[in-house]
């Protein structure tokens, strides 16, 4: 199943390669768009020539329609791939300046490269100044950071924003692209024909124009319809992928380790407790949770659990383990990471603590103290927590 | 504007390679595509064989390549010398690899050399306060329907258009 980590799987130098090859087909498509031209990419700044839009939005578009398709389809994970992270405010500042630098200059970083490469001496001055602008940014941050972080929100979808579903965002996205590629084609025509005296009309008249648009919209209206997969069927296909850390018993945590972790300063530990609302109420581990395993299915509630820092970390506890195991693979699938089961839940909790005292008082079992493990053998369970580090989100921007 | 070469290839069509690419890079590699976190990293390199204190002494050049941390030791960089050979070899293929200073005809070459520089120091500035820049932020962003990615795309075109009128003596013939 799709994404496949090509550095993990042919090591840093084969997976480098790989990065070479994607970017040479990058380069590829710019060059042959002819956005190694500076004066057609200004000239869309001048409505005269709308290829910067037309390329731009079909090569997202055409993304977009393949990422979802296949995800539709169950061939790739969506919530595995990076999601520009969304810093509104500073994101649109920095889109304003940028477009500045656009027109005054004539280029973007990559078309730049892609000029300097046909040896375009002015590509290669834009391109010097990219390095130095990136510079002068790092040393002026200190003075508007915390503007630069503000109006943050990790992973926050267009279809989010607007409260619906992603097939039909995708469906209107499609929409949106077509008519401006109408609009983008008119404005055109209009200034041709200005110059040589032809009749200006709305009509279409390139017909294999009409198909493409034709194929969009059917590939489009058939994401909506076979919509995105639900953690239920999401597991299925995903089975063979995770089951073996349930199988080897590796996201199972002995208490001690709980008691450790939750210890540790570093570490955001959230506990999602599953026992019924009565239990919890009788007795709960300080700062857990009371959840029902349909809460997990619930798009909105799990949003932030896959959005937590690196060193967050998940656990899970419920009466029967089986329950636990079900809550882990709707998690799981949906993106959770550093997500662990307490295992046999709190069944063993009060027994394991119960002749234990520390300044010869009994123990909290709400809420153990790290003093606790002393009163244990180092090797009273075998520690199962690693906080993966890898963080996704910034993509190759950073 | 008569002097565009006619032989590039409709826009639909590298616009399709161009997203079948980016969809190849989300498939094999977690991210899209980027060109501006590559750009910081050269001048991160850079500014170290000179003044490698420095790197370690500001944030955002630290997390690239403070202490024996090596800046250019990240895939960004290599998807940066592809699409360099890729450009070249294009521009090679379809007969458009030569010297010469794309401008306006009403400026002359060390004028347009002056703008594109100014230019480019604008958007690199940009393109790190963005967090990426037209591939990074717009085409990758805008795949996977991230808000921020469609809300930077619409003020890279408005910051364009708004400056578009009072320069149009480096871009009219």
């Known amino acids: 199943m799709l994404p496949i980590d090509i550095i993990a799987e042919l090591g840093k130098a084969g997976g480098y390669a790989v990065f070479v090859l994607i970017g040479a087909g990058f380069g590829i498509a710019l060059e042959l768009a002819g956005f190694g031209d500076s004066r057609r990419l200004a000239a869309q700044f001048y409505l005269k020539d709308m290829t910067v839009l037309k390329t731009m939005f079909t090569g997202i578009l055409v993304a977009c329609l393949l990422i979802f398709l296949s995800a539709g389809l169950g061939l790739l994970d969506f919530s595995q791939l990076a999601v520009n992270q969304t810093f509104l405010w500073p994101g649109i500042l920095g889109g304003l300046i940028m477009g500045v630098g656009f027109i005054v200059g004539g280029y973007c970083p990559g078309t730049s490269l892609v000029a300097t490469a046909s040896f375009k001496i002015d590509g290669l001055f834009f391109l010097v100044g990219t390095i130095v602008g990136a510079g002068l940014f790092g040393e002026s941050l200190p003075s508007f950071e915390t503007f630069w972080n503000s109006s943050f929100t990790d992973r926050y979808l267009v279809s989010d924003w607007l409260g619906i579903s992603i097939g039909a965002t995708v469906f209107i996205v499609t929409i949106f ?50 919509g995105q997969p639900d953690p239920i069927r999401k597991w299925k296909i995903m089975e063979s992928k995770y089951s073996g850390q349930l199988a080897t018993k590796a996201v199972f945590i002995h208490p001690l380790e709980y008691v450790k972790t939750n210890n540790e300063s570093t570490i955001k530990l959230i506990t999602l407790d599953l026992r019924s609302n009565k239990d919890f109420e009788t007795f709960h581990l300080s700062g857990s949770e009371n959840v029902k395993i349909e809460d997990l299915l619930d798009a909105k509630f799990v949003a932030p659990l896959a959005q937590l820092p690196p060193q967050g970390v998940i656990i899970l506890l419920a009466d029967n383990d089986s329950i636990s195991i079900k809550a882990w693979q709707y998690l799981k699938v949906q993106g959770v990471a550093n997500l662990y089961i307490l295992e046999n839940g709190l069944h063993n909790w009060k027994s394991l603590f119960a002749d234990k005292q520390i300044h010869e008082k009994a123990v909290n079992l709400a809420s153990p103290s790290a003093e606790v493990l002393q009163l244990f053998p180092k090797n009273a369970y075998i520690p199962k927590i690693k906080i993966g580090s890898k963080k996704r989100a910034g993509g190759l921007c950073s | 504007m008569k002097k565009i070469p006619k032989n590039v290839k409709n826009p639909y069509f590298a616009g399709t390679i161009l997203g079948v690419v980016l969809f190849a890079a989300f498939a094999l590699t977690h991210s899209g595509l980027g060109a501006s976190g590559a750009i910081s990293r050269i001048h991160v390199a850079i500014t170290k064989l000179f003044w490698s204190a420095h790197v370690d002494r500001v944030g955002t050049f630290a997390a690239m390549g403070a202490g024996n941390r090596n800046a250019l030791d990240h895939p960004s960089i290599y998807l940066l010398i592809g699409t360099f050979a890729g450009g070249l070899i294009s521009a090679w293929i379809n007969g458009r690899l030569k010297f010469e200073i794309y401008k306006g005809s009403r400026i002359s070459n060390t004028q347009r050399l002056i703008f594109a520089l100014l230019g480019g120091i604008i958007m690199g500035y940009g393109a790190r306060f963005a967090r990426g820049c037209t591939s990074g932020q717009a085409l990758s962003g805008g795949a996977v329907l991230s808000l921020g990615s469609w809300a930077f795309m619409f003020s890279v075109f408005i910051g364009g258009y708004a400056v578009a009128y009072f320069v149009r003596r480096l871009w009219n013939d």
Request: hydrophobic share 55%.
């Open chain 1, 177 to 226: 692209a077509l008519v401006m590629f109408y609009a983008a084609e008119k404005v055109e025509e209009f200034f041709k024909y200005k110059d040589t005296g032809k009749a200006w009309s709305w009509k279409i008249t390139r017909r294999p124009y009409l198909y493409g648009a034709g194929v969009l919209v059917a590939v489009a209206a058939l994401i909506w319809s076979i």
